[in-house]
């Protein structure tokens, strides 16, 4: 019964869109680097220029399977996030049964968490929040059970390390979980919780060193892009404030209703005898959202961070209230259960019509003007953009990532209009696509001369402005003595003088996008040329 209501109310949410697309423009982020891998062999966001622009590499690796099999690649992703979506009931019934509940508490909460609409639009939006949902509420019920602590030879113990350390891959938050477990298991039996180390740390450390590879930094660049971008947010506002704007989106829906069975949880897991182990369930809740108070305190997207902490709440929170159900009257016993029950019908489809919202405006701006830029620029281009997914994608254009996920050297000055500038520039970036709200500055400045807008009307009813392309006034370049000399402008600006012809011989090394390199007579731009063994069509 739940694995069945965790495929019809994603199905629900796909039926009001037609299947047309993602949520998110981050979800097309996870598919280009995808289609690279399976298609160049190469973990990278444009062909030739591998990048740590990924936070979650083990979800890219699993969309990679479809470009590899030649499958439809929409239906792959919607298909693996409906299958956990109906793994996540399994393991929140799991989970509750753990904590010390009935079997028949515990077949509720699974049926409630199936038709919780986060979930739901979570399964079919592209992005890795099933797998780290479930590979997070997996850890902490077996926690529970005592299931690595079992056996002699401490294989179980190897294989929860290496479980936490696919949460890790899924997700760098992952490492929060994976300290509490490590430190509940040294208060168990410390040689397993060596033995648990050693199994994350095969994990953590490939990971780690991976990053480093691509980007000096242990972690990927979005993990520091984000903690930029938004680091103004963090030193104004008080942690109380931020930790309630981060958290309260996952209270949105019948779940609300439960916080009185998730307090009645709380008190009986600190009563029980295993209560260092039911800990950890209950700080999952509260240093998840923590942790993104801070360092990224936004509660966009529906409150997408902390969506893994809804079916631990359901977890405790629906046995919880059915126990103090019984200790109220009647009436106010089916009053209280029929309400829950409504408000939980009524976000799913409210949550649907939600859904299509997001699908449709990602549709006419990001996926619209990725197309258009297809169509109406030359190729080569250079793209500076905010954001990349879906231009990434369907563009098949050299891209300058103004976010820092794929061209990190923009995060010390990523909020900074005059230096974005001077960056976009000084890299010969052809056009400037964005929201002008998020860039006012910047989009006023003469050099960039808008030339294409979506006109998008879902954006504007939803209250924000439409994606706008610019076309970048070039600044003149310092004429090279002699007049019949050719020079190549890479990504990253001007480089060296050459001979005639010259071009065409050689590629272009270094640091920029070796994609391209485009050829210039007095200061003129007469051809962008592909390097060969580059395109990427």
């Not at 990053?211 to 971008?229: I, V």
């Not at 509260?286 to 509660?299: D, G, K, M």
Request: hydrophobic fraction near 50%; include cysteine; glycine fraction near 8%.
């Amino acid at each position: 019964m739940p694995w069945i209501l965790s495929a019809i109310a994603p199905i629900i949410f796909l039926l009001t869109t037609r299947a047309a697309g993602f949520p998110l423009d981050d979800a097309w982020i996870h598919q280009t680097y995808a289609r690279n891998l399976a298609h160049y062999g190469e973990w990278a966001y444009i062909p030739g220029h591998p990048s740590a622009g990924s936070t979650a590499p083990l979800w890219s690796l699993l969309l990679a399977l479809p470009y590899l099999l030649g499958l439809n690649y929409k239906a792959w992703t919607f298909s693996l996030g409906i299958t956990l979506s109906g793994t996540i009931t399994w393991a929140v019934q799991k989970l509750a049964i753990s904590f010390g509940w009935g079997k028949k508490e515990a077949f509720l909460a699974s049926c409630f968490s199936a038709l919780e609409w986060h979930m739901a639009w979570a399964a079919v939006s592209g992005m890795e929040i099933p797998l780290f949902t479930f590979l997070s509420i997996l850890s902490i019920a077996l926690l529970l059970e005592g299931w690595p602590f079992q056996g002699r030879c401490g294989l179980r113990a190897v294989m929860m390390g290496l479980l936490l350390g696919l949460l890790c891959l899924t997700r760098p938050e992952g490492l929060i979980l994976a300290i509490l477990v490590f430190l509940v298991a040294i208060y168990r039996s410390p040689l397993k919780a060596l033995t648990f180390a050693g199994g994350m740390s095969l994990c953590l450390v490939s990971y780690g060193a991976f990053n480093y590879h691509l980007s000096g930094n242990f972690f990927p660049n979005t993990f520091y892009a984000k903690a930029a971008e938004y680091r103004e947010l963090v030193e104004k506002i008080p942690i109380w404030v931020r930790f309630w704007r981060v958290l309260s989106p996952a209270l949105v829906g019948a779940q609300v209703m439960l916080l009185p069975g998730v307090f009645w949880s709380v008190v009986k897991g600190i009563k029980a005898r295993d209560k260092a182990f039911k800990a950890v369930a209950i700080l999952w809740i509260i240093l998840l959202p923590l942790a993104y108070a801070f360092r990224l305190p936004v509660s966009y997207q529906h409150g997408r961070y902390v969506m893994p902490v809804i079916p631990v709440l359901v977890a405790l929170g629906v046995p919880g209230t059915l126990e103090l159900m019984v200790k109220i009257p009647v009436l106010l016993r089916r009053v209280w259960g029929i309400s829950t029950l409504i408000i939980l019908l009524a976000f799913l489809f409210l949550g649907a019509r939600a859904y299509a919202t997001d699908v449709g405006i990602i549709q006419c701006e990001m996926v619209n003007v990725a197309h258009w830029l297809a169509q109406n620029t030359p190729p080569g281009s250079l793209i500076a953009v905010h954001d990349i997914g879906a231009i990434g994608y369907f563009s098949n254009r050299d891209i300058l990532d103004l976010a820092g996920l794929v061209n990190p050297e923009v995060i010390p000055f990523i909020r900074n209009e005059k230096k974005l500038e001077e960056f976009i520039l000084s890299r010969g970036a052809d056009y400037l696509v964005t929201f002008p709200s998020w860039y006012p500055e910047l989009t006023r400045s003469q050099t960039f001369v808008p030339i294409y807008s979506t006109g998008c009307s879902l954006t504007l009813k939803a209250g924000s402005d439409n994606i706008v392309v610019y076309a970048v006034k070039k600044a003149s370049f310092q004429k090279p003595p002699g007049s019949f000399n050719y020079y190549i402008s890479h990504a990253y600006g001007l480089y060296d003088l050459v001979p005639p012809f010259a071009p065409l011989l050689e590629r272009t090394r270094g640091r920029g996008y070796p994609g391209r390199f485009c050829l210039y007579f007095n200061d003129r731009k007469l051809r962008s040329y592909p390097v060969p063994g580059r395109d990427r069509r």
